[in-house]
């Protein structure tokens, strides 16, 4: 079966979608990138979906279950490199990615999701590097 990597920087994950997702695929990713944010103690995932070019219903429900999951397990969730017609199909289609916050490309999602990290942590609180 294939499988979509998951990389961890710092104490973020990144996933890049080069493949067209069907289903099955993005049911394990969703698997795996859970487990992953449990066993790394990940506070952020970055998905980049610039090589898809098509998304369907099914996926962008799978996009917010992410983020949904990613939230109860105390880390954001950013999308980068939506295409305009991949946008465009997600609004037509109705799909409001509630929990998911997006950005133009991944230096500027890593920026977001430190920027989210660092507003959710208490001055006192912050985790030692």
Request: include cysteine; glycine fraction near 6%.
């Amino acid at each position: 079966m294939d499988q979509i990597p998951i990389l961890k920087i710092g104490d973020c994950l990144l996933v890049s979608i080069q493949v067209d997702m069907h289903d099955r695929l993005a049911l394990q990713l969703q698997d795996d990138l859970t487990n992953k944010i449990v066993t790394s103690r990940a506070r952020g995932v970055m998905i980049d979906i610039s090589a898809l070019e098509i998304v369907d219903s099914f996926i962008g429900r799978m996009l917010n279950n992410i983020a949904a999951m990613s939230k109860v397990l105390d880390a954001v969730t950013v999308v980068v490199g939506m295409r305009p017609a991949v946008a465009i199909t997600l609004v037509e289609l109705g799909l409001a990615l509630t929990g998911v916050r997006t950005a133009l490309n991944v230096d500027k999602g890593l920026e977001l999701i430190r920027h989210l990290i660092d507003d959710e942590q208490d001055p006192d609180d912050r985790r030692e590097e």
